[in-house]
């Protein structure tokens, strides 16, 4: 059965840091990888999905997927305060993107 | 903005009551969600619908039930809640599993 871990489970950077998040998965069939984040009393919204090995860039945002090493990752350049959240990885099960894993999260705190 | 909306925002009840919830969203998706947020944060897909049609069903309690009048809506009722229900249900949307998932903000549930 898929099994998604993320880590660090908390991570703190100073305010214009490097932020990275780590994400490990277990099925070898996935082919729909997500980071979303939410904020305190919101739902969790999408940051950016990767479905290619190798990177993606949007804006302060860096995705990195590695399908034989099980491993995604996203990565916040010049890290804000506002970017202090849960962030989750979301994987799909297999080819089925309907169907997807969340890990249990990684608290990022930017500190001003 | 916000685009899936739920209501209640809150909910309080007894043990042994039935309730229930919606979601409406207004982006013309063709799938909707049903997720599980628990105290932990420990996001969990329970239903998913496309088109009115349940095609993902996880492991859940028979006492949930997913109620889809149309591809815009999606309810969830709760026959007869256990403490183990309280938690944040959140309902979203997207308009292809593979595509970005939209969240609403979800309803809390506690059960006293």
């Known amino acids: 059965q898929q099994k998604v871990q993320q880590s660090p489970e908390s991570l703190i950077v100073p305010e214009g840091g490097m932020a990275s998040l780590n994400c490990t998965f277990s099925d070898r069939n996935s082919q729909y990888f997500w980071w979303y984040r939410q904020h305190s009393g919101e739902g969790p919204k999408a940051l950016m999905?990767?479905?290619?090995?190798g990177d993606k860039k949007e804006g302060r945002f860096t995705a990195h997927l590695n399908k034989a090493s099980l491993h995604v990752s996203l990565h916040i350049k010049d890290s804000q305060p506002s970017d202090s959240a849960l962030y989750f990885c979301?994987?799909?099960?297999?080819?089925?993107?309907?169907?997807?894993?969340f890990g249990k999260g990684t608290h990022l705190h930017v500190l001003p | 903005e916000t685009a899936v909306f739920q209501t209640p925002n809150y909910h309080v009840t007894q043990v042994g009551n039935e309730v229930s919830f919606n979601c409406k969203q207004t982006l013309g998706h063709d799938t909707m969600y049903w997720y599980k947020q628990d105290s932990k944060k420990l996001l969990k897909i329970m239903f998913s619908?496309?088109?009115?049609?349940?095609?993902v069903n996880e492991t859940v309690p028979r006492r949930f039930s997913p109620q889809s009048s149309d591809k815009a809506h999606l309810n969830l009722r709760i026959k007869s809640v256990e403490p183990e229900d309280s938690a944040v249900y959140l309902c979203?949307?997207?308009?292809?599993?593979?595509?970005?998932?939209?969240f609403g903000k979800g309803t809390r549930l506690t059960v006293v």
């Open positions: 979203a949307s997207s308009s292809q599993g593979y595509t970005e998932v939209f």
């Open positions: 979301a994987v799909s099960i297999g080819t089925n993107a309907y169907k997807v894993i």
């Open positions: 619908y496309n088109n009115k049609q349940l095609i």
């Open positions: 999905s990767i479905f290619s090995n």
